[in-house]
T-cell receptor, first 109, second 113 residues
Framework: DAKTTQPPSMDCAEGRAANLPCNHSTISGNEYVYWYRQIHSQGPQYIIHGLKNNETNEMASLIITEDRKSSTLILPHATLRDTAVYYC??????????FGTGTSLTVIP | DTAVSQTPKYLVTQMGNDKSIKCEQNLGHDTMYWYKQDSKKFLKIMFSYNNKELIINETVPNRFSPKSPDKAHLNLHINSLELGDSAVYFCASADRGSESGYTFGSGTRLTVV
């Protein structure tokens, strides 16, 4: 039972930042926000996760609003290889992931 | 070293047959999962095993039977295959109770003809 809402598709120019939004207005205080992506028909790949604070790793940045009702995944310099379906998931630690329909990101040359 | 490996990668079989998909993880995780991704690309959890014990069994026909001989392996056996079973099946592993995410395998594309 996905608890997130994402736009079905987005385009981004190669080399520009891709900002992928996610609404999770019913998120609980102990639920983390996770981002995964699936390139073509490969297995989903972990990108980043966070609880309250903004997070950054070598792949992306995660910005979570102060009320935690929404978040944005930022790919700072999108490449053609970033074309994929991006899933935003909320989850209590230890519980299973429920995937929604995600956002299909197309990076345009 | 592949963290979560599934075999076979492709499986084409006739209706009514019985088939198995194998999954192994070398991450030392205590929990393993099976997900099904249908033609509409929706990823749906099927089963979850924690230390060889079934902890999640979503609404899945009983023709599907997971088996976990040890915590590093979770196999999926499917009896009397039907056309609607055609999908990509993904295995995943994680440490239950940890905030760490799942690691997924590369999938098994099952085609029932």
């Amino acid at each position: 039972d996905a608890k997130t809402t994402q736009p079905p598709s987005m385009d981004c120019a190669e080399g520009r930042a891709a900002n992928l939004p996610c609404n999770h207005s019913t998120i609980s205080g102990n639920e983390y926000v996770y981002w995964y992506r699936q390139i073509h028909s490969q297995g989903p790949q972990y990108i980043i996760h966070g609880l309250k604070n903004n997070e950054t790793n070598e792949m992306a940045s995660l910005i979570i609003t102060e009320d935690r009702k929404s978040s944005t995944l930022i790919l700072p310099h999108a490449t053609l290889r970033d074309t994929a379906v991006y899933y935003c998931i909320v989850r209590v630690g230890g519980n299973q992931f429920y995937f929604g329909t995600g956002t299909s990101l197309t990076v345009i040359p | 070293d592949t963290a979560v490996s599934q075999t076979p990668k492709y499986l084409v079989t006739q209706m009514g047959n019985d088939k198995s998909i194998k999954c192994e993880q070398n991450l030392g995780h205590d929990t393993m999962y099976w997900y099904k991704q249908d033609s509409k690309k929706f990823l749906k959890i099927m089963f979850s095993y924690n230390n060889k014990e079934l902890i999640i069994n979503e609404t899945v026909p009983n023709r599907f039977s997971p088996k976990s001989p040890d915590k590093a392996h979770l196999n999926l056996h499917i009896n009397s295959l039907e056309l609607g079973d055609s999908a990509v099946y993904f295995c995943a592993s994680a440490d239950r109770g940890s905030e760490s995410g799942y690691t997924f395998g590369s999938g098994t594309r099952l085609t029932v003809v």
